[in-house]
Each structure stands twice: as C-alpha cells, then as structure tokens.
C-alpha cells in the first residue's frame, strides 16, 4: 500500500507546525490593534533583521554613507514569530503583512512603500542613487533586482524551508529545491564572471538586494547548508560576496533589526548613527 498523500477534495488547514509555522495562515488581514511606534527621522521603517530585511536596512545605510542626510531613519523591530506583522498599525502599511514595510514622512503626505525590492527602487529613485538613469544600463539592473525578487523565494522559502525548518526531512523537496538553488547560484557565477556587479560596473540596488540572500550563502551565514551546496565552486560569486561583504555600509546595515547572534551583531531598533556605532565597538 502506498504512503504517499492523496490531497482531499476541498483542503483544510492541518498545519503540523515547524519552525515559523505561526506566521503562516490562510486569511489576510489584522488579529489586534496596536498602533505602530515612531521616531523623529523622515523615514520610519518596521522589519527584522532577515535578508529581506538587511536589503533595506543596506540601502539606508549605503545613502547614509553616500552624503544623502536625508535619508535618516528609524528601524523599529517587528518580531514576526510573535506576530507583530499581523497588528492594524503594519496591517495599514502592508496589507500583505510581511517585513520590511516603510513610511516615508519627508512630504505632505506619508507615503507606505512595501516589497523590499520595490523599497530600494523607490529609495534610489528619490535620492538619484544606486541605480542607473542610462536606460539601457537601467534596463540591466533592473533585470536582476525582478531576478532576485522572482527566485529567492525558491532559496528562503523553498530549499531553506524543506532543509533547515521542516519538522521532518523528505528528499524529494530538498532535492528539487538543492536543484533549483544550485542552477541559481550557477546563474550568478556567470553573471559575475562577465561583470564586476550585477548588470555592469557599478554597485546598485540588485548588488544589494541579491548580496543579502546569495551572498550570505556562500558566506555560510544562511541554513548551514554551504557544504551541502558546495558553494566553494562558485569563484566569481564568492569573490562578488566578499567584496560587498567588506562595505561599512554593509556590515552597518545587515545587524539592524536583529535579536540573534553575537553581542557585536545585534542592533534591535536603529534611531541613530550611534546606536549601531555602539554595537560594532564590541567587535573583538
């Protein structure tokens, strides 16, 4: 007799749990009111320390650095196993309750921007950064930043989900996903071997948005799979990582909003430069 599962003709929630299973539900929408905190800066930005997350917190970091003042803001956390994306305040900002959502206060209106790739678009499009004005030049960073947003989700929520949070191990997921992240991660080691960056010579908003995921998997910060993965193969995109990796702006944006970790990684709440100088002192 088989064992495989036969779905049933109408499906009903039979969650078995696993890691982060309570953020996962079948209604959208808010399960409490709670009102959102906010600080002084003109952007007010609510995420967790995830790739998804650092993304964001990279880019304010990198304009910060660039000479842009005004792209000071506050990082509230959003402790998402806790459900804080599911409270009406965020629920107002994204509807689609995932992190990072963003309030951009700088106008005479406030301005909600959600989806991490469409918030450093529309950051580099406010400040004239990290993105090319050149179309055709555009045309190219753009199709990487799309790329990124399309495939990391069979990365997080595929092979990471099946190897490193799933109750139980099967080989069929992990295989078809090991796959899928191995043709990606070939993808950029091509790419990366015709060009410095993503799309050319310059360092822009798909270099951030795809360091985040790939670059902290072949760094072997992401599921303690880069063995599994044999990531070492991969020599223009190990050398792409490294590189990003040694930005100050990087090392600054990638431990705000984190809980987990060494002392020197972890930056809760960001409400100012200090607040992140402070944790990096601890640095041995």
């Not at 506050?74 to 998402?80: E, S």
């Amino acid at each position: 007799m088989s064992s495989s599962y036969v779905p049933p003709k109408v499906w009903t929630n039979t969650d078995t749990g696993g890691e982060w299973s309570k953020i996962n539900r079948p209604v959208s929408g808010a399960t409490h009111d709670k009102t959102l905190p906010e600080g002084e800066h003109p952007f007010q930005l609510y995420s967790l320390g995830t790739p998804n997350g650092q993304k964001v917190t990279i880019m304010f970091e990198e304009l910060l650095a660039a000479g842009v003042k005004e792209a000071d803001y506050d990082a509230h956390i959003i402790r998402i196993g806790d459900g804080d994306q599911f409270s009406s305040g965020f629920v107002s900002v994204n509807p689609n309750s995932k992190i990072p959502a963003l309030v951009d206060k700088s106008g005479d209106e406030p301005v909600n921007v959600f989806e991490s790739g469409n918030i450093l678009l529309y950051l580099a499009e406010k400040f004239g950064k990290f993105v090319p004005t050149e179309p055709a030049k555009r045309a190219q960073v753009l199709n990487w930043l799309f790329w990124l947003q399309g495939s990391a989700p069979y990365l997080g929520g595929g092979f990471g989900h099946f190897y490193a949070y799933a109750p139980e191990k099967f080989e069929y997921p992990i295989n078809r996903f090991t796959m899928e992240a191995k043709r990606q991660l070939d993808v950029l080691d091509k790419e990366l071997g015709r060009n410095q960056y993503l799309g050319g010579d310059e360092y822009t908003i798909a270099d951030m948005a795809t360091w985040t995921w790939y670059g902290g998997l072949v760094l072997g910060r992401l599921y303690d799979a880069a063995e599994f993965l044999q990531v070492d193969e991969y020599k223009n995109l190990q050398r792409w990582a490294k590189d990003i990796d040694a930005r100050e702006a990087v090392q600054r944006g990638r431990i705000v909003n984190r809980s987990w970790g060494e002392d020197y990684e972890q930056v809760v709440e960001r409400h100012s430069a200090a607040d992140i100088d402070s944790v990096l002192a601890l640095k041995p």
